[in-house]
């Protein structure tokens, strides 16, 4: 069972300290729901049990429902109230009545219904014949899932959503052209690891881990088709891995996984291009460990970059709290160039995950191995991160979504 507590974790990677008794802050004072994925598999030495469901406000988290994984079977659970396997990443529909979830390494994606109190009901689950989906989306008008596979052959497919929320088979499969980067392990082939819509949902931006690429597609909303429309390069080795799009301005950002930077680029949605324009360190300057990158936002004022940093070669390695780190950056709004502000301990161990609540106050950080979300205040001015004490305790958390209550 998932519990709470509050406990504190020096707020700065630098700071002489790693332990700092602080008074803990009053999480968002708006009605939230909270979805939590998580890893279920002991392939990962994981801990988690299912989807888990939060009732998040002025009080802190309070669990109001498990939907617990059934580990007998990867793919179809054994009773019509669990789900599959590693239900990890969890995607909203665009009315908050459905969510989705891929099931990692596994070869399926569930649909939910979501009652009025934030709780689940299990529609259907899918398979898409693909190995690994590790992310997903859904389209503004609600009709269509986009889900990426992280293979050595990845794949995007479609799938379309039914009048009651409910997945069809697959409808068109994608799989990425391009070269093959140079690591020997992470870039045999195709690797796309996002693929969200831009904000206009025009496009779907797909970075490629393995072929140094975010390409650029279109979804045919009749159809479900999906086609490559271009794409935008990074340099050899950087294996980009997720995408965030400021809000304000005409700039995307990519952390990419295997350098540890982040590349701004020029995006025009009009046009459906991508212009890279320079690229950074994802860690501090005095970093010397490996490291690799993991989610990357951007603040709804989009004046602010926030990124993960996960230490180690990879899932195999194991982090550590004072190099696991969130790091901020400022937006130039003339170029969109990003200037580090600070980098904080994520206070765990591989945060794989983090989101920003939607009114941009609290930054969450999933730390999957310490199996803890750990919550950060904002300030609106500086965009620095403040720690405020909260700590949700919940078993391999790999992913969270919050939905207005």
Avoid at 10 to 19: D, K, T
Avoid at 160 to 181: F, H
Avoid at 283 to 311: C, H, K, L, Q
Wanted: charged fraction near 20%; charge should be neutral; proline fraction near 9%.
């Amino acid at each position: 069972m998932a519990t709470r507590r509050r406990f504190i974790i020096g707020s700065s990677v630098l700071a002489a300290s790693p332990f700092l008794a602080v008074p803990a802050a009053a999480s968002p004072s708006g009605g939230l729901v909270a979805y939590v994925g998580c890893r279920t598999t002991r392939t990962f030495n994981s801990i988690g049990k299912g989807i888990t469901v939060w009732r998040v406000g002025r009080r802190g988290w309070e669990q109001v429902q498990l939907v617990e994984a059934d580990d007998n079977d990867p793919n179809t659970p054994n009773s019509p109230d669990a789900t599959p396997i590693n239900p990890t990443f969890l995607a909203l529909d665009p009315t908050g009545r459905f969510l989705y979830a891929v099931h990692g390494n596994a070869t399926t994606v569930t649909a939910f219904a979501i009652a009025p109190d934030g709780t689940l009901t299990r529609l259907n689950t899918v398979d898409t014949g693909r190995t690994n989906p590790v992310h997903l989306a859904v389209d503004p008008t609600g009709r269509w899932l986009v889900v990426a596979h992280l293979n050595a052959a990845g794949t995007v497919v479609s799938l379309p959503i039914k009048t009651d929320g409910s997945l069809g088979p697959v409808a068109s499969v994608l799989t990425p052209p391009g070269t093959p980067g140079p690591h020997k392990v992470d870039q045999v082939g195709p690797n796309p690891h996002h693929a969200p819509f831009d904000l206009t949902g025009r496009w779907v931006v797909v970075p490629d881990r393995g072929l140094d690429r975010v390409h650029v597609t279109r979804l045919d909303p009749a159809t479900g088709e999906l086609t490559v429309h271009g794409f935008g390069s990074s340099r050899e080795l950087d294996g980009p891995r997720h995408v965030a799009f400021n809000p304000v301005r005409p700039y995307a950002y990519v952390i990419n996984e295997i350098r540890s930077t982040v590349t701004a680029y020029r995006w025009d949605a009009a046009a459906g291009t991508l212009s890279p324009h320079r690229t950074v360190s994802a860690t501090p300057p005095d970093m010397v460990t490996d490291s690799r990158g993991g989610e990357i936002a951007v603040s709804p004022s989009g004046r602010f970059v926030y990124v993960s940093n996960r230490n180690g070669l990879g899932d195999a390695t194991l982090g550590r709290p004072d190099t696991d780190t969130i790091g901020v950056f400022r937006v130039d709004r003339a170029t969109g160039d990003l200037t580090p502000v600070e980098w904080v301990s994520t206070q765990g161990i591989r945060p794989r995950h983090f989101t920003l609540t939607p009114d941009g106050r609290n930054l969450y950080v999933a730390n999957e191995v310490t199996h803890t979300i750990v919550e950060f205040a904002v300030d609106p001015v500086s965009g620095r991160l403040r720690p405020t004490g909260e700590v949700i305790e919940t078993g391999s958390p790999v992913c969270v979504v919050f939905r207005q209550a």
